[in-house]
């Protein structure tokens, strides 16, 4: 090949590539993008439907791979960051309800989180689809997704909301095997499926890949190894969940814990003595109608900080001095308030469980007023059992909530850390134990606090511990959404299933439910509706049925992945470097020849 016909074949073939990468190609990718977006955030509880049409997530994600499989190098991580920041827009609509700021600081996360997947699934697409002959690129793509579904919720800012798979919540065969391996194996096979149908759309309505696109008949009988490998799998998920949904239908319950949850459906973000006051007067009262109504209840329960004043701080450093000023008659308040909290406590006769700050000494060499009035103390998100006129055991919240409970990086980003003190956000300080309580007739429970149950590892230590039922404590009032409450319980209905647990959710606004070891929610109570229900909650111990596979090795499956994922990129990174310097010594061959 002599000099001119080499540059003028590049030529041809860059026109080709421009012609492709037209501005009519970039808009319809786009769209597609688009429409993608609003179909998966749909298969989630949205606005258009509390419960969610968990249907889309079989299909939502196809044109995802089509336009990932024809978009170039330049554009993939712009396209992921559109479909990221839109898809989370969507779905997280109800954050605004919180504060706008909270909104934007999710999208750009998880667009930013979106922008680097899109460029991993290229990098496959790009340098391993030719070496393995298109035959095992979505099985490898599958394999990225679950590594990012996973490394995205593991860092500071981690958030599952959006995961693929909790769209799947009603779809109880499908979700049993996640006793095995968590939410990954779901994950594994949504996108395992559609990203052999993504990339198959994508040669066969472009150009890009083929002169000539072939049929699904044929693409499916080329990848036949491949499809025969879903299929089995696929049949093995669907008879392992209809023999495990038979079993649970069966299962005897260990022990009855009959207790009454009261949803008094006010926000706990919302501050002051008064406000505090009428929640405790609103507690009090139906909690006495539970009792009366039910003489033989074992425990009453309250929500995530349902009562906010610290009974742990006032009962240790209660404050009795004289002095005035806004600051000592606000504390002279709050400690009439929680001496009234103990003597209703006292007066119960059964244990009472309620979300509620503890908090401690912050320097030991100073009291614990000064003499402003102003607390010595560090605070903590946290549960008691208050019984017999103390609290008997307390659980400080471990997964803090990143930039409304927790910012680590006040040294490293002080424009944000002001900014969002600014905003009027609260730190708490983390706790480190996973702590199990247990009452005088051997029930044992952990206490999840409101963000905490969407993570497994979090409620998989909780029973590897010695937990045999799960209550969930969440404040979920400020969304003002019950589609965003239910977003939150289709997460809970997983950890019942990876632990094979019961789940008690004790919420002040919703949704107040039951969830059995099979994934099924029972009798919720209405959300945003003052009231309280009486609950029967089946325990099943480990004594009798073990634990499972999951709650034995949490997420290793996920890190499997993870590390599979390195080792794929790798190797694609170092054959693309092998082929483009072979690429320039031929191309310096035909210079000079």
């Given at each position: 090949?002599?000099?001119?016909?080499?540059?003028?074949?590049?030529?041809?073939?860059?026109?080709?590539?421009?012609?492709?990468?037209?501005?009519?190609?970039?808009?319809?990718?786009?769209?597609?993008?688009?429409?993608?977006?609003?179909?998966?955030?749909?298969?989630?509880?949205?606005?258009?439907?509390?419960?969610?049409?968990?249907f889309l997530a079989f299909f939502a994600l196809i044109?995802?791979?089509?336009?990932?499989?024809?978009?170039?190098?330049?554009?993939?991580?712009?396209?992921?960051?559109?479909?990221?920041?839109?898809?989370?827009?969507?779905?997280?609509?109800?954050?605004?309800?919180?504060?706008?700021?909270?909104?934007?600081?999710?999208?750009?996360?998880k667009a930013t989180e979106m922008l680097m997947l899109?460029?991993?699934?290229?990098?496959?697409?790009?340098?391993?689809?030719?070496?393995?002959?298109?035959?095992?690129?979505?099985?490898?793509?599958?394999?990225?997704?679950?590594?990012?579904?996973?490394?995205?919720?593991?860092?500071?800012?981690?958030?599952?909301?959006?995961?693929?798979?909790?769209?799947?919540?009603?779809?109880?065969?499908?979700?049993?095997?996640?006793?095995?391996?968590?939410?990954?194996?779901?994950?594994?096979?949504?996108?395992?499926?559609?990203?052999?149908?993504?990339?198959?759309?994508?040669?066969?309505?472009?150009?890009?890949?083929?002169?000539?696109?072939?049929?699904?008949?044929?693409?499916?009988?080329?990848?036949?190894?491949?499809?025969?490998?879903?299929?089995?799998?696929?049949?093995?998920?669907?008879?392992?969940?209809?023999?495990?949904?038979?079993?649970?239908?069966?299962?005897?319950?260990?022990?009855?814990?009959?207790?009454?949850?009261?949803?008094?459906?006010?926000?706990?973000?919302?501050?002051?003595?008064?406000?505090?006051?009428?929640?405790?007067?609103?507690?009090?009262?139906?909690?006495?109608?539970?009792?009366?109504?039910?003489?033989?209840?074992?425990?009453?329960?309250?929500?995530?900080?349902?009562?906010?004043?610290?009974?742990?701080?006032?009962?240790?450093?209660?404050?009795?001095?004289?002095?005035?000023?806004?600051?000592?008659?606000?504390?002279?308040?709050?400690?009439?308030?929680?001496?009234?909290?103990?003597t209703f406590g006292s007066n119960l006769g059964i244990?009472?469980?309620?979300?509620?700050?503890?908090?401690?000494?912050?320097?030991?060499?100073?009291?614990?007023?000064?003499?402003?009035?102003?607390?010595?103390?560090?605070?903590?998100?946290?549960?008691?059992?208050?019984?017999?006129?103390?609290?008997?055991?307390?659980?400080?919240?471990?997964?803090?909530?990143?930039?409304?409970?927790?910012?680590?990086?006040?040294?490293?980003?002080?424009?944000?850390?002001?900014?969002?003190?600014?905003?009027?956000?609260?730190?708490?300080?983390?706790?480190?134990?996973?702590?199990?309580?247990?009452?005088?007739?051997?029930?044992?429970?952990?206490?999840?606090?409101?963000?905490?149950?969407?993570?497994?590892?979090?409620?998989?230590?909780?029973?590897?511990?010695?937990?045999?039922?799960?209550?969930?404590?969440?404040?979920?009032?400020?969304?003002?959404?019950?589609?965003?409450?239910?977003?939150?319980?289709?997460?809970?209905?997983?950890?019942?299933?990876?632990?094979?647990?019961?789940?008690?959710?004790?919420?002040?606004?919703?949704?107040?439910?039951?969830?059995?070891?099979?994934?099924?929610?029972?009798?919720?109570?209405?959300?945003?509706?003052?009231?309280?229900?009486?609950?029967?909650?089946?325990?099943?111990?480990?004594?009798?049925?073990?634990?499972?596979?999951?709650?034995?090795?949490?997420?290793?499956?996920?890190?499997?992945?993870?590390?599979?994922?390195?080792?794929?990129?790798?190797?694609?990174?170092?054959?693309?470097?092998?082929?483009?310097?072979?690429?320039?010594?031929?191309?310096?061959?035909?210079?000079?020849?």
């Amino acid at each position: 090949m002599n000099k001119n016909t080499f540059i003028n074949s590049i030529t041809s073939v860059n026109d080709k590539v421009l012609r492709r990468r037209n501005l009519r190609t970039v808009c319809s990718e786009v769209v597609l993008l688009l429409v993608a977006a609003f179909v998966l955030s749909m298969a989630h509880p949205s606005f258009l439907s509390d419960r969610g049409f968990g249907f889309l997530a079989f299909f939502a994600l196809i044109p995802v791979f089509a336009v990932i499989r024809n978009s170039s190098w330049s554009l993939v991580g712009l396209y992921g960051f559109v479909f990221g920041f839109v898809y989370y827009a969507i779905f997280n609509y109800w954050l605004t309800t919180f504060h706008p700021l909270a909104i934007l600081i999710v999208t750009i996360i998880k667009a930013t989180e979106m922008l680097m997947l899109f460029f991993a699934l290229k990098a496959v697409d790009r340098w391993l689809d030719g070496v393995l002959k298109g035959r095992l690129t979505h099985v490898l793509q599958a394999i990225i997704w679950v590594a990012y579904s996973y490394l995205s919720q593991s860092w500071f800012a981690g958030y599952p909301y959006g995961t693929i798979a909790y769209a799947l919540y009603n779809y109880k065969v499908l979700i049993q095997c996640a006793d095995l391996f968590g939410i990954w194996g779901i994950n594994f096979m949504l996108v395992y499926f559609q990203a052999f149908l993504g990339n198959w759309c994508c040669d066969h309505f472009s150009k890009t890949r083929t002169e000539h696109s072939e049929g699904l008949w044929n693409h499916i009988k080329l990848h036949k190894v491949s499809v025969i490998l879903f299929v089995v799998l696929f049949v093995a998920q669907v008879i392992y969940g209809i023999v495990t949904l038979s079993f649970w239908r069966k299962a005897e319950v260990d022990k009855s814990f009959t207790v009454a949850t009261v949803q008094h459906n006010a926000d706990s973000w919302k501050g002051g003595f008064e406000t505090y006051k009428r929640n405790f007067i609103n507690l009090e009262k139906l909690s006495l109608e539970a009792m009366y109504a039910e003489p033989d209840l074992d425990m009453v329960i309250w929500s995530e900080t349902a009562f906010v004043p610290s009974v742990s701080w006032y009962t240790t450093y209660p404050y009795t001095g004289k002095d005035e000023g806004f600051n000592f008659d606000y504390l002279r308040q709050v400690q009439e308030l929680v001496d009234e909290f103990v003597t209703f406590g006292s007066n119960l006769g059964i244990p009472l469980l309620t979300g509620n700050p503890s908090s401690t000494i912050e320097d030991e060499s100073l009291p614990a007023y000064d003499a402003e009035g102003n607390w010595n103390k560090k605070d903590y998100n946290s549960v008691i059992l208050f019984d017999e006129g103390k609290i008997k055991t307390k659980y400080l919240k471990q997964h803090l909530v990143p930039f409304t409970e927790h910012f680590p990086y006040e040294k490293q980003l002080p424009l944000m850390y002001r900014v969002l003190k600014a905003n009027d956000y609260h730190w708490w300080n983390p706790g480190y134990e996973s702590v199990v309580f247990e009452t005088s007739n051997g029930i044992t429970f952990s206490t999840p606090i409101c963000f905490e149950d969407v993570f497994g590892d979090v409620c998989a230590n909780f029973v590897a511990a010695g937990a045999d039922l799960l209550i969930n404590m969440t404040n979920d009032s400020w969304s003002g959404s019950v589609a965003a409450e239910l977003q939150h319980a289709a997460m809970a209905v997983f950890r019942s299933v990876e632990t094979r647990r019961t789940t008690l959710r004790g919420t002040n606004s919703g949704i107040t439910c039951l969830i059995t070891p099979d994934g099924t929610i029972q009798d919720s109570m209405e959300p945003f509706k003052m009231g309280y229900k009486i609950w029967d909650v089946p325990v099943y111990t480990a004594n009798s049925y073990g634990k499972s596979l999951y709650t034995r090795t949490v997420d290793t499956s996920a890190w499997v992945c993870v590390y599979a994922s390195y080792a794929i990129l790798a190797i694609g990174l170092a054959l693309a470097i092998t082929k483009a310097v072979k690429a320039r010594v031929a191309k310096k061959k035909g210079l000079n020849g």
